[in-house]
């Protein structure tokens, strides 16, 4: 099904064939973006692992010559209590948007939303998951919907990054504290003088798949007491297995330890698109907790950007006190909902705002309730 608006054309793709065929332009568009969730790579790993939820909706807007000026990549949900359109991949990424040219986004997601409200009512709740707080494009949305549509925006949450661009790395510590710099170095000097350690990057496939189970173990060793993550599940790890092998293919993917006699004892999982230098996850050794060597590594990985040209390092989702050590500046994001003023989606997305505000007062009881009702807007 296509529309028409003045010089544009829109139409709705879920056939892989096409799709594939799409992903040149796609994979170029989200490169320049320095997007990674925003990839065909990230969407057809998804497909691949989550795809008995959710099936392809990718929006591809068209110039009057045929050409793609952009694509917004959604997938219809087929399971929970709330039956929606959203990004793909939208439960395991930081940050969305139509991918397009950032002057473009906002013409391409206003033809997009056009052709989902003309395929008639199970089109009618969109979910908008992490997108920036301050972006046109989906205010736009909002703006234009149906009268008999309304918005919930009910998450807020903060992406933290670093802008690297007309700064060297030395350039980057003198703007940080004295306390900071000092531990930066100090920390790097002991680990790597008393104890031998080097920092490694995964450079071929061979190495892939020890790695990954590497940084699967150290991220366990971090975080499992404290109640796990997206990196926790079987089906997550799955995911990031395809994904991973995709992106080092592209030149994407950095993963990087540090090691003590060739074992990995702290490790970074991110990716370079374009300009962007993004970290998605990391573990370490509690046995080595006390040299820091997250916080050691973490600042290697920042070093390593500035020297490959990177014009930002992306923290993504999370305002965690260690990243607010190292960051300059932040982007705000929320998840937004479009739907029916009646319709059971406004009423969960207002259970998972209450969930996400009030998530460390709440009573076990409540917040397993909580959780459960809101399940369908972002299982992960």
């Known amino acids: 099904m296509s529309s028409h608006s003045g010089e544009a054309r829109a139409e709705i793709v879920s056939s892989a064939v096409e799709l594939e065929a799409l992903a040149p332009k796609w994979r170029a568009l989200a490169e320049a973006r320095g997007n990674a969730f925003l990839t065909p790579e990230w969407f057809f790993a998804w497909l691949r692992h989550y795809g008995d939820r959710a099936g392809a909706a990718v929006a591809v807007v068209r110039r009057a010559d045929g050409r793609v000026r952009g694509i917004v990549p959604l997938v219809e949900d087929r399971c929970g209590p709330v039956r929606s359109v959203r990004f793909c991949g939208a439960n395991l990424g930081d940050h969305f948007h139509p991918v397009a040219r950032a002057e473009d986004e906002t013409r391409v997601a206003s033809e997009a939303t056009q052709l989902l409200a003309s395929r008639g009512p199970r089109w009618k709740t969109l979910v908008l998951d992490h997108v920036s707080a301050d972006a046109r494009w989906w205010r736009e949305i909002v703006r234009s919907a149906p009268l008999s549509l309304a918005s919930v925006a009910y998450r807020s949450d903060s992406l933290p990054f670093i802008d690297l661009r007309g700064r060297t790395w030395d350039d980057y510590l003198a703007s940080r504290s004295r306390n900071m710099r000092s531990q930066i170095r100090r920390k790097t000097q002991t680990l790597e003088r008393e104890h031998g350690a080097v920092f490694r990057?995964?450079?071929?496939?061979?190495?892939?798949?020890?790695?990954?189970?590497?940084?699967?173990?150290?991220?366990?060793?971090?975080?499992?007491?404290?109640?796990?993550?997206?990196?926790?599940?079987?089906?997550?790890?799955?995911?990031?297995?395809?994904?991973?092998?995709?992106?080092?293919?592209?030149?994407?993917?950095?993963?990087?330890?540090?090691?003590?006699?060739?074992?990995?004892?702290?490790?970074w999982y991110g990716w370079r698109l374009g300009g962007r230098y993004s970290y998605y996850q990391a573990g370490f050794s509690p046995r080595w907790g006390r040299f820091s060597v997250g916080f050691v590594l973490l600042a290697y990985t920042m070093r390593s950007a500035f020297d490959e040209g990177a014009e930002e390092y992306d923290l993504l989702r999370g305002a965690e006190a260690y990243k607010a050590r190292f960051t300059t500046e932040e982007r705000r994001v929320h998840t937004v909902v479009v739907t029916g003023a009646r319709n059971p989606a406004r009423l969960v997305a207002g259970g998972e705002a209450i969930l996400w505000r009030a998530q460390r007062r709440l009573p076990d009881r409540a917040l397993r309730w909580l959780r459960a009702a809101s399940r369908g807007l972002g299982d992960r």
């Open 201 to 267: 990057r995964t450079g071929s496939s061979a190495e892939l798949g020890r790695d990954l189970d590497a940084l699967f173990s150290l991220h366990d060793a971090r975080w499992e007491s404290l109640g796990g993550s997206t990196l926790s599940t079987e089906r997550s790890r799955a995911f990031h297995r395809d994904f991973a092998a995709a992106a080092l293919d592209r030149g994407w993917l950095r993963l990087w330890f540090l090691e003590v006699d060739r074992t990995p004892i702290a490790a």
